[in-house]
C-alpha cells in the first residue's frame, strides 16, 4: 500500500461510491412507486377461498365475534399489502398448526384444508416475485463477487493466487430466487463501500509494478546426500519401510520431507513471496511381487488443507523427473514425498491387532500411554538396531519409490512487467510520461473496463484526477494507480448498466447484448470478440449470436457459468452444512466431503461440455469420480486427485444426482438422515416446486428418545398422524424416503445405521412409497424411474430457473408462454443444456431492457 496517495484516492472513491449507492436506492425507489398491484378478486377467490372461510372462519372471526382481534370477513385477496399478507400469514400459520378451525366447530376435509393453504402459500410467493419483479423490465444491478473478480482477472490479465482473490475480501452477496444475480439483491450497502475500496487498492497495487520484480527466481536442490549424514533424519533413516542409500533415498512406505534444508537465497525461508513455484522430484520405483505400478505423491505443509496437495503420479521403473507448477506462499512448509498404497511390514499380529484396538479406544479413553508402550513393544519385536528384521519384516516383495533429489523453483513470472502492467502501459516504459499518454492510457481502458464506447468527459474526469496526484508530488505510477481505483470504484464499473428514461421496455443496445451475453456464460466481461462484434452491430443476428453461444460455452471461461448456474442451482455450498459425527461416520473426512462436492460440479460440466441428456440428472450408467470418491463408492482403478468420468459397475447403486453422496449428507444432521429435507431438495431442485413454508414452531422429526429405536421412517409416520402435518408431508416425505438407502454421509446401506443403531440386527431399509401422483414404488431404482417419467415437468422447472439466472430477475406471469416454448425447445433437443441456453439467448426477452 502507498500512504502518500490513500487520502486522495480514499475521497475520491467514496465520493463516486456513494454515488453508486444512492442511484441505487433511487432506482428501488422509482421500481416502488412503479408497482400498481391488481385490486380485483379473481374468480378462484370468490368461489373457492371465501366460500370456505364463511363456512369454517366467520363464526369466530366474523362481523359479530373477532376472536384474538382476528376478522376475517373483510379480509381481501391483496397479498401486496403487508397488513393483508400478515393476515393470510397467521392464517395459513393456524390452519398448518391444526389451531384453526377450533376443535368443537365444524372440521374442513384434509383436502379442503390443503386447498386452501396452497393457495394461500402460492400467492404470497407470486406477491414475492412481483414485489421483485418489474414488469418483465431487468433493473440495474450490480454485479456479485465472482463476477466482479472475473471481471477485473480479464480486464487487466491477473491471475488471483490462493488468498489474493477479491471473493476473499468482499462479503457474500444476497440472493433471490435461488441466485446471487438477482438485480434487488445485489443493490449497494453502505457495508460493502470500504471493501470496495480496500480491493481496488489492492488490485492497482498488484496490477501496476514498480522496478525489477522483488525476488528473483531461484533454484533451491536438495541431494539426498546432502543430508544422509545429517543427525536430523537418523529417525527417518531408522523407520521400518525407509532405507538410507548412499544418494537415495528408499520408501516402502512413509515419506521423507525437505528436512527446512532449502532456503531461498538471502533469507531463512524456502518461499520469500507468494507466486508460482516449480517443484521437480527425481526418482523411480521398483514393482514389488504384485506387479502394480509405484505411486509418488507429493504434499505441503499448509495451514489450509485446499493448497497442501501438489502432485501425485505414478513412476517409471528408470530415473526420471517429475515436475510440477503450483502456487505457494511464505506459510507453505516444507514438502514431502511418499508412496502411496503400500500395505507395510508384516509385523507382529498378535501385537498389532493390539494396538489398532488400543488406537480406536484412546480415541475416547485418551490412554495414550498405554499405546505408546505397545508401539515401543512392536518397534523391540521387529527392529534390531534400527534396521528391519529379516525374521520379522519381509521387504523384498514390497514396492519401493526411490528418491534421488527433490527441488523447487522460484517464484516463477510469466513476464516482466507482468501483462496487467502492459496493459495499462501500452506504450512499454520508455514512453514520455506526460499528461497526453495519461489521456491515452485511458482513452485505451476505459471502454473495456465500462463495456462500452465512452465519452470524453468520462475520460476527462479520470485524467483530472491522476494529474492532481501528479500535481501533488506522485510519481507516474501512482498516478495511474489512483486514476484505476477510481474506475474500479466507479457505478460504471460496477453495475451491469442497461440506462432507461422510460417505465417501457425497450431493445438491448448491442453493446448491452454483448454484457448480458458475456456475464450469463462466463460470469465476466465481454472479451475483443464480442466488443468487435457490439462495435459493428453485428452480434444480435441470429446465425452470429447462436455461433457466439458455442464458441462461449466451448471456452474454459464457461466454468463461471458452471460454478455460477450448475452450482447454485444444484445448492452444493450446503452439502457441508454439518459435520459428520466422527465417532458413527469413521470413513468420512474433509478430503471425502470435497469430493462429494467436486463430484456434482464435475457432473454438470461433464453433461454441459458433452452436450449430453441433462436426463442423466435422474439416473445414468455413469458419474465423475477422483480417487478419494471412488474408494467411498466402492470402485477400483481410479487414482489421482482429479475428476474423470467413471461408467459404474452394474451392481453400483450410483447413478444420477440423487445417488451421490453430497446430496445425502445435505439431507442430514450429522448424525441421521433427515427424509423431510431430502424430499424438499428434489422437489425444489428438479421441478423447481418449493413446498409451502411449514408454520412457525413447527419443529421436524425427533430423535430417538431413550429408550426408543424407531426408525426415522417410523417417526416420521408418527409425525404425518398429525392431521394438520399430513397435507404437506404427503407431498414432500415420499420424495425423501425413497432415498433411505443413502446414511447420513451418502453410503448405501440396507439396514438402519447412525444414532442407536449399531450391531447387525438393525432394521432393514424401507425405500417404498407412493408420489403424490398415486404412483407407486418399491425401491430406490424404482423411484427413479417414476421421476424420470416427470421429465416434462423437469423441463419447465429448469427453464425457469435458467430464465431467472440469465435475465437477473424473477420470473413473471407474463413469462409462462416463453416458459413453455424453452421447455418445449428443450424436449425436442434431448432436453440439452445446450438447447435450453439457445433458447433463452434468442428470446425477446433477453434482447430486452
Request: contains cysteine; hydrophobic residues 40%.
Given at each position: 500500500?502507498?500512504?502518500?496517495?490513500?487520502?486522495?484516492?480514499?475521497?475520491?472513491?467514496?465520493?463516486?461510491?456513494?454515488?453508486?449507492?444512492?442511484?441505487?436506492?433511487?432506482?428501488?425507489?422509482?421500481?416502488?412507486?412503479?408497482?400498481?398491484?391488481?385490486?380485483?378478486?379473481?374468480?378462484?377467490?370468490?368461489?373457492?377461498?371465501?366460500?370456505?372461510?364463511?363456512?369454517?372462519?366467520?363464526?369466530?372471526?366474523?362481523?359479530?365475534?373477532?376472536?384474538?382481534?382476528?376478522?376475517?370477513?373483510?379480509?381481501?385477496?391483496?397479498?401486496?399489502?403487508?397488513?393483508?399478507?400478515?393476515?393470510?400469514?397467521?392464517?395459513?400459520?393456524?390452519?398448518?398448526?391444526?389451531?384453526?378451525?377450533?376443535?368443537?366447530?365444524?372440521?374442513?376435509?384434509?383436502?379442503?384444508?390443503?386447498?386452501?393453504?396452497?393457495?394461500?402459500?402460492?400467492?404470497?410467493?407470486?406477491?414475492?416475485?412481483?414485489?421483485?419483479?418489474?414488469?418483465?423490465?431487468?433493473?440495474?444491478?450490480?454485479?456479485?463477487?465472482?463476477?466482479?473478480?472475473?471481471?477485473?482477472?480479464?480486464?487487466?490479465?491477473?491471475?488471483?493466487?490462493?488468498?489474493?482473490?477479491?471473493?476473499?475480501?468482499?462479503?457474500?452477496?444476497?440472493?433471490?430466487?435461488?441466485?446471487?444475480?438477482?438485480?434487488?439483491?445485489?443493490?449497494?450497502?453502505?457495508?460493502?463501500?470500504?471493501?470496495?475500496?480496500?480491493?481496488?487498492?489492492?488490485?492497482?497495487?498488484?496490477?501496476?509494478?514498480?522496478?525489477?520484480?522483488?525476488?528473483?527466481?531461484?533454484?533451491?536442490?536438495?541431494?539426498?546426500?546432502?543430508?544422509?549424514?545429517?543427525?536430523?533424519?537418523?529417525?527417518?533413516?531408522?523407520?521400518?519401510?525407509?532405507?538410507?542409500?548412499?544418494?537415495?533415498?528408499?520408501?516402502?512406505?512413509?515419506?521423507?520431507?525437505?528436512?527446512?534444508?532449502?532456503?531461498?537465497?538471502?533469507?531463512?525461508?524456502?518461499?520469500?513471496?507468494?507466486?508460482?513455484?516449480?517443484?521437480?522430484?527425481?526418482?523411480?520405483?521398483?514393482?514389488?511381487?504384485?506387479?502394480?505400478?509405484?505411486?509418488?505423491?507429493?504434499?505441503?505443509?499448509?495451514?489450509?488443507?485446499?493448497?497442501?496437495?501438489?502432485?501425485?503420479?505414478?513412476v517409471t521403473d528408470e530415473p526420471k523427473i517429475y515436475e510440477v507448477v503450483v502456487p505457494r506462499d511464505p506459510k507453505s512448509g516444507e514438502y514431502n514425498v511418499s508412496i502411496v498404497n503400500q500395505t507395510g511390514f508384516q509385523t507382529s499380529s498378535r501385537v498389532g491387532n493390539e494396538i489398532r484396538k488400543q488406537q480406536q479406544q484412546a480415541g475416547t479413553a485418551k490412554d495414550y500411554e498405554k499405546v505408546m508402550r505397545l508401539q515401543s513393544r512392536q518397534q523391540l519385536e521387529n527392529l534390531t538396531w534400527g534396521k528391519p528384521n529379516p525374521d520379522a519384516a519381509d521387504t523384498s516383495k514390497l514396492r519401493k519409490l526411490v528418491v534421488d533429489w527433490l527441488e523447487c523453483e522460484g517464484p516463477l513470472y510469466d513476464q516482466w512487467p507482468p501483462k496487467s502492467h502492459d496493459t495499462l502501459f501500452f506504450r512499454g516504459e520508455n514512453a514520455p510520461e506526460d499528461e497526453a499518454y495519461l489521456r491515452d492510457i485511458f482513452t485505451q481502458f476505459l471502454p473495456k473496463a465500462f463495456r462500452r464506447p465512452v465519452t470524453q468527459d468520462e475520460i476527462e474526469k479520470v485524467v483530472s484526477l491522476c494529474r492532481s496526484e501528479l500535481a501533488a508530488g506522485e510519481s507516474y505510477h501512482d498516478a495511474v494507480r489512483t486514476g484505476l481505483i477510481s474506475i474500479l470504484c466507479s457505478p460504471k464499473f460496477l453495475y451491469i448498466v442497461e440506462p432507461s428514461t422510460s417505465d417501457q421496455q425497450r431493445p438491448l443496445t448491442s453493446w448491452e447484448l454483448s454484457s448480458r451475453l458475456s456475464y450469463f456464460l462466463w460470469s465476466s466481461m465481454p472479451d475483443e470478440e464480442l466488443f468487435q462484434l457490439a462495435e459493428s452491430g453485428q452480434l444480435g443476428q441470429p446465425g452470429i449470436l447462436s455461433a457466439q453461444v458455442d464458441r462461449m460455452l466451448a471456452d474454459d471461461k464457461s466454468h463461471g457459468f458452471v460454478q455460477g448456474f450448475g452450482a447454485q442451482w444444484l445448492k452444493t455450498d450446503e452439502f457441508r452444512n454439518f459435520m459428520p459425527d466422527a465417532n458413527l461416520y469413521k470413513e468420512y473426512d474433509d478430503s471425502l466431503g470435497e469430493a462429494m462436492v467436486g463430484e456434482v460440479i464435475a457432473f454438470f460440466d461433464e453433461i454441459l461440455r458433452k452436450d449430453e441428456s441433462a436426463l442423466s440428472f435422474f439416473d445414468a450408467d455413469w458419474t465423475m469420480l477422483n480417487e478419494r470418491l471412488a474408494k467411498f463408492y466402492g470402485i477400483a482403478g481410479v487414482e489421482g486427485n482429479e475428476f474423470r468420468r467413471v461408467t459404474l459397475p452394474e451392481d453400483s447403486p450410483r447413478g444420477g444426482l440423487l445417488a451421490m453422496a453430497g446430496v445425502a449428507m445435505r439431507g442430514s444432521d450429522g448424525n441421521r438422515t433427515k427424509p423431510v429435507n431430502r424430499g424438499v431438495y428434489v422437489r425444489e431442485v428438479l421441478f423447481n416446486d418449493p413446498p409451502n413454508p411449514p408454520p412457525p414452531n413447527a419443529g421436524e422429526v425427533e430423535p430417538n428418545i431413550k429408550g426408543e429405536n424407531l426408525t426415522v421412517r417410523e417417526r416420521l409416520v408418527q409425525h404425518q398422524q398429525i392431521p394438520s402435518c399430513a397435507a404437506c408431508h404427503r407431498t414432500i416425505d415420499c420424495y425423501g424416503m425413497a432415498l433411505e438407502n443413502f446414511n447420513a454421509i451418502g453410503a448405501w446401506r440396507t439396514n438402519q445405521d447412525g444414532e442407536n443403531f449399531r450391531g447387525r440386527n438393525t432394521p432393514p431399509i424401507d425405500a417404498s412409497g407412493t408420489l403424490p401422483n398415486g404412483s407407486s414404488f418399491e425401491s430406490f431404482d424404482d423411484f427413479k424411474l417414476l421421476l424420470l417419467d416427470q421429465k416434462e415437468r423437469f423441463a419447465h422447472g429448469l427453464s425457469e430457473k435458467m430464465l431467472t439466472y440469465a435475465l437477473g430477475r424473477p420470473i413473471e406471469p407474463a413469462d409462462r408462454v416463453l416458459i413453455d416454448q424453452l421447455s418445449e425447445q428443450m424436449q425436442a433437443n434431448n432436453y440439452t443444456l445446450s438447447s435450453l441456453i439457445h433458447g433463452v439467448v434468442a428470446s425477446q426477452a433477453f434482447h430486452t431492457k
Open positions: 500500500m502507498i500512504p502518500s496517495r490513500c487520502s486522495l484516492t480514499r475521497s475520491m472513491c467514496w465520493l463516486t461510491i456513494v454515488t453508486s449507492f444512492l442511484m441505487a436506492v433511487a432506482f428501488v425507489d422509482v421500481l416502488a412507486a412503479q408497482s400498481t398491484p391488481s385490486s380485483a378478486p379473481n374468480q378462484h377467490f370468490l368461489q373457492k377461498i371465501r366460500p370456505f372461510l364463511k363456512a369454517y372462519c366467520y363464526d369466530c372471526h366474523g362481523a359479530e365475534t373477532q376472536e384474538a382481534d382476528l376478522r376475517l370477513d373483510t379480509l381481501e385477496e391483496d397479498f401486496t399489502q403487508s397488513s393483508s399478507a400478515s393476515t393470510w400469514i397467521e392464517v395459513m400459520d393456524k390452519m398448518n398448526l391444526g389451531e384453526m378451525p377450533p376443535e368443537d366447530s365444524p372440521s374442513p376435509t384434509t383436502a379442503e384444508l390443503a386447498a386452501v393453504t396452497h393457495w394461500i402459500a402460492a400467492e404470497l410467493r407470486q406477491a414475492q416475485r412481483d414485489s421483485l419483479g418489474n414488469g418483465g423490465r431487468v433493473i440495474l444491478r450490480r454485479m456479485n463477487r465472482a463476477e466482479y473478480t472475473n471481471t477485473v482477472r480479464d480486464l487487466l490479465h491477473l491471475r488471483f493466487l490462493p488468498g489474493e482473490s477479491p471473493e476473499g475480501v468482499l462479503p457474500p452477496d444476497g440472493t433471490a430466487e435461488g441466485f446471487d444475480k438477482v438485480s434487488v439483491a445485489l443493490m449497494l450497502d453502505p457495508s460493502l463501500l470500504d471493501k470496495y475500496f480496500e480491493v481496488a487498492q489492492r488490485i492497482a497495487d498488484k496490477a501496476i509494478v514498480d522496478g525489477p520484480p522483488p525476488f528473483a527466481t531461484e533454484t533451491m536442490r536438495l541431494e539426498m546426500e546432502d543430508i544422509a549424514e545429517n543427525r536430523a533424519i537418523d529417525y527417518l533413516c531408522a523407520t521400518p519401510g525407509i532405507e538410507c542409500q548412499e544418494k537415495a533415498i528408499v520408501l516402502m512406505q512413509g515419506s521423507t520431507r525437505s528436512f527446512g534444508v532449502m532456503k531461498y537465497p538471502g533469507t531463512r525461508n524456502e518461499i520469500p513471496v507468494n507466486g508460482m513455484y516449480r517443484i521437480r522430484v527425481r526418482a523411480w520405483g521398483e514393482r514389488g511381487a504384485d506387479g502394480e505400478p509405484v505411486i509418488m505423491r507429493v504434499r505441503q505443509g499448509h495451514p489450509s488443507a485446499d493448497q497442501q496437495f501438489l502432485l501425485e503420479t505414478e
